[in-house]
């Protein structure tokens, strides 16, 4: 059972894979689009649209293809890379989704609705300071009068956000390449293809992409929702009678064909918007004997008595595994 958001989504980016009827049709909305990108980047090359340089070094982690391609799991791979060298690394995001108007500093208890699903998980994952803001340059800002011994920043998301000033571009895709290769709303694409940047890093399941590094994500054992100190090896669920995975993720199919590789036996799967607010309750009516979800979904239900006392309900976070060759050019280029 999908939702009608999710499954409108799922039309578009299945129409975005090809050069299609629909992508022919919104072709003429996607030349107005590039002409306001190439009119926006001119603006800020003339010196028109102001960008802030802050003065510490700023590393940007995005994407060009709309949606979720594992930005998150990549930023706290970095935030671990610059600790593990001495560095003392904070990050700052949009905060997608989130209702706050200003910056904000995000809280170990902050609620997901306020400041968003995935600042909320970095914070939690990582315990590195986190603010969020449209503005991510007052952002920036804000944090680092906050915390002045921070000596680099880490943009989630933010390759469009030009008013922010950066030392390095990290740009991340996923198995679907770039679709049609046409810009929104005729393909999945925020900038063109030729869009370029420092680092280029692939979500990938194969062992090698080209000139990009390779980026896999893979899953550790699952705790349950309720209690997470209780710990289950995935491959205990191919055991498991009845099991059902619900994410509210940018790609809910990878998700699912990742839990697939541990033999588990998929009885149900809900693919929910991305983002996702649990306001209502999407596990009630699922009978099964376990439900698989994201860590990025867990950060959210826990808020919600109703499910976080759902026994049935495990997360299944995921760790980065990277190119090590990425981490030691990443390095050079900051010493650089």
């Known amino acids: 059972m999908s ?6 989504e799922s039309v578009l980016l299945t129409a975005w894979q090809r050069r299609g009827v629909i992508a022919c049709l919104l072709w003429p909305l996607s030349f107005i ?6 009119t926006r980047l001119a603006l800020y090359a003339l010196g028109i649209f102001r960008i802030t340089i802050l003065p510490v070094p700023v590393i940007v982690v995005g994407n060009i293809f709309v949606g979720g391609t594992g930005k998150t799991p990549l930023v706290i791979w970095i935030i671990q890379l610059l600790q593990e060298q001495g560095w003392k690394p904070a990050v700052i995001s949009r905060g997608y989704g989130s209702s706050a108007q200003q910056v904000r500093a995000v809280e170990n208890n902050s609620h997901a609705n306020e400041v ?3 600042p ?5 994952r990582t315990g590195v300071p986190v603010f969020i803001g449209r503005d991510r340059a007052a952002a920036g800002l804000a944090l680092l009068q906050a915390h002045p011994n921070v000596n680099i920043i880490i943009s989630d998301d933010g390759l469009q956000h030009y008013a922010l000033g950066r030392n390095i571009e990290i740009q991340l895709s996923d198995s679907r390449g770039n679709g049609n290769g046409w810009l929104l709303p005729a393909g999945p694409l925020r900038e063109p293809a030729t869009r370029q940047s420092d680092f280029y890093v692939v979500n990938t399941t194969e062992e ?22 209780q710990r289950q090896s995935l491959r205990d669920f191919s055991f498991v009678q009845s099991v059902a995975a619900v994410a509210g993720i940018g790609h809910p199919e990878r998700f699912f064909t990742s839990l697939r590789s541990h033999g588990i036996n998929l009885t149900t799967t809900q693919a929910l918007p991305d983002h996702f607010d649990y306001a209502t ?10 439900i698989l979800i994201t860590e990025k979904d867990a950060v959210k239900c826990m808020q919600h008595n109703a499910i976080a006392n759902d026994v ?3 997360v299944v ?13 990443l390095l050079e280029k900051l010493h650089g």
């Open 3 to 8: 939702s009608p958001r999710s499954v409108i």
């Open 33 to 38: 689009f590039n002409l306001l990108i190439v």
């Open 116 to 118: 968003g699903d995935e």
């Open 120 to 124: 909320l998980l970095i914070a939690k």
């Open 208 to 229: 090698s992409a080209g000139d990009a590094y390779v980026m896999q994500l893979v899953p550790v054992d699952a705790e349950r929702l309720s209690d997470r100190t």
């Open 281 to 290: 309750n999407p596990f009630a009516d699922i009978e099964a004997s376990a």
């Open 312 to 314: 049935r309900i495990w």
């Open 317 to 329: 976070p995921v760790q980065a595994h990277v190119d090590a060759s990425l981490a030691k050019h």
